[in-house]
């Protein structure tokens, strides 16, 4: 979420919407990560990544919770106990994109203080080049936490989504989507 100036009579900044409103499900998708460039990080820093299934291994996870606890609390109750699962995750993980948005913001900065540092003929810059390699491995390390943190949110809205529907849980078939979606590309893209 870096500032943005927009060109015209006066300087538009962009306000972080995750910073202005109230962490929800919506609000999650619009600033989490993008799963192809936390992994591209991740390889790019040599950090371990993710799990893939994250996402589908805490909707199980949280399914098989509510089967446990929640559903043979009284009806009134459920709806509290419900809501009480998924807030604290979605919360975490708005707060991680907050903190992941701004280490990525702190190192961009160093990166441009090393590279005026050595554009103007700096002679110190080895204090400024590990300043700005330890913020970027920083801001990869909470990217890929971010990211982390979204996809367990992800699987806890579905299964709480599910519950309060009063639907019966199935798992996710992640490998049913994929293979959906290599048959579509096939058709669409005609290989």
């Known amino acids: 979420m870096a500032i943005t100036f927009m060109p015209g009579p006066s300087v538009v900044l962009r306000f972080p919407i995750e910073l202005r ?11 989490e990560p993008d799963a192809r460039e ?6 790019c820093f040599g950090l371990e990544a993710p799990m893939v299934d994250l996402c589908d291994r805490v909707d199980a996870e949280t399914a098989r919770f509510i089967a446990e606890q929640v559903l ?3 009806r009134e109750e459920r709806r509290g106990a419900l809501g009480a699962l998924l807030h604290p995750v979605v919360v975490a993980a708005v707060e991680a994109c907050v ?7 702190r190192s961009a900065a160093a990166v441009g203080d090393l590279l005026r540092a050595e554009a103007s003929g700096g002679y110190w810059t080895a204090g400024l080049k590990e300043r700005s390699d ?8 909470l ?8 996809q367990e949110a992800h699987g806890v809205s579905r ?3 599910m519950a309060r529907r009063g639907e019966a849980w199935e798992p996710h078939r992640a490998s049913e989507a994929s293979a959906w ?9 005609g290989s």
Request: charged share 25%; net charge positive.
């Open 72 to 74: 043979p609390l009284p």
């Open 181 to 189: 979606l290599s048959r579509a590309g096939r058709v669409v893209g």
């Open 159 to 161: 299964a709480v989504g």
């Open 134 to 141: 330890a913020r970027m491995m920083d801001a990869a390390a």
């Open 21 to 31: 409103s109230e962490p929800s499900m919506e609000l999650i998708r619009e600033i």
């Open 99 to 105: 903190r992941a948005d701004g280490m990525s913001r």
């Open 143 to 150: 990217l890929i936490a971010a990211h982390c943190r979204c």
């Open 38 to 43: 936390v992994l591209l990080v991740a390889e």
